[in-house]
């Protein structure tokens, strides 16, 4: 990788020097660690592809001369600030730069409680504490995962990400083991999983 930018203030003033001369932009967004960008135009003679890994301080030059007609790039770390640009034949700039896609924060499970007979009389109930940095990222849905005693993982329910909690109900009539996860999903856009909250039920 190669760096373009010694600062913030050059790499700001690049980019927006783009968006001056008219330039028309491509929309790139993060999805599930790929890159995916929207260029209804004329495709150019290729790309460069450009990450942050200082949190948007500067940017190095992750791929040089993507093939202009594609518009999707698996990143070796889909999680990083990206932008893109596209090239004429003589490696000039065609477009202006993308803007900066960033990826959806990781929801956090903070905690659990259980509570048996709340919904269904004999079985356990489980509410999540839940906390999601929304940045922005419109108001969306969070999906909660669960996997009981070990088996496969399935989808418990969804909440808007907005929500601080989640009542996972009727779940077990005894004692079991669960592992939940979070993330954010906005239409076809997913974020990234948070780490398994175990949690043990056991009866009163």
């Given at each position: 990788?190669?760096?373009?930018?010694?600062?913030r203030?050059?790499w700001?003033?690049?980019?927006?020097?783009?968006?001056?001369?008219?330039r028309?932009?491509p929309?790139a967004?993060?999805?599930?660690?790929?890159?995916v960008w929207?260029w209804?135009f004329?495709?150019?003679?290729?790309?460069n592809?450009y990450?942050?890994?200082?949190g948007g301080?500067?940017?190095?030059?992750?791929?040089?001369?993507?093939p202009?007609e594609?518009?999707a790039?698996?990143?070796?770390?889909g999680t990083?600030?990206?932008?893109?640009?596209?090239?004429?034949?003589?490696?000039?700039?065609?477009?202006?730069?993308?803007?900066?896609a960033?990826?959806?924060a990781?929801?956090?499970i903070l905690?659990a409680?259980?509570?048996?007979?709340?919904?269904?009389p004999?079985?356990?109930?489980?509410?999540?504490?839940?906390?999601?940095?929304h940045g922005?990222?419109?108001?969306a849905?969070?999906?909660?995962?669960?996997?009981?005693?070990?088996g496969?993982?399935?989808l418990?329910?969804t909440v808007?990400?907005?929500a601080?909690?989640f009542?996972?109900?009727?779940?077990?009539q005894?004692?079991?083991?669960?592992?939940?996860?979070?993330?954010?999903?906005?239409?076809?856009?997913l974020?990234?999983?948070?780490?398994?909250?175990?949690?043990?039920?056991?009866l009163?």
């Amino acid at each position: 990788m190669r760096r373009v930018s010694p600062s913030r203030r050059a790499w700001t003033a690049t980019f927006l020097q783009g968006r001056r001369r008219g330039r028309r932009c491509p929309v790139a967004m993060l999805s599930a660690g790929v890159l995916v960008w929207q260029w209804p135009f004329a495709s150019p003679a290729a790309w460069n592809i450009y990450q942050s890994h200082d949190g948007g301080s500067t940017f190095l030059l992750e791929e040089e001369g993507w093939p202009g007609e594609q518009r999707a790039y698996v990143p070796a770390d889909g999680t990083l600030p990206t932008y893109l640009v596209g090239l004429n034949a003589n490696g000039n700039p065609a477009t202006g730069p993308s803007n900066v896609a960033t990826m959806p924060a990781v929801p956090v499970i903070l905690s659990a409680v259980t509570v048996w007979g709340g919904s269904v009389p004999g079985w356990a109930d489980v509410t999540l504490s839940l906390s999601f940095d929304h940045g922005l990222w419109p108001v969306a849905i969070l999906e909660i995962t669960c996997s009981l005693d070990g088996g496969e993982e399935g989808l418990a329910g969804t909440v808007p990400s907005t929500a601080t909690s989640f009542t996972h109900t009727s779940i077990s009539q005894g004692e079991s083991s669960l592992s939940y996860r979070a993330r954010y999903r906005n239409g076809t856009v997913l974020g990234p999983f948070s780490a398994p909250f175990p949690w043990d039920l056991t009866l009163p």
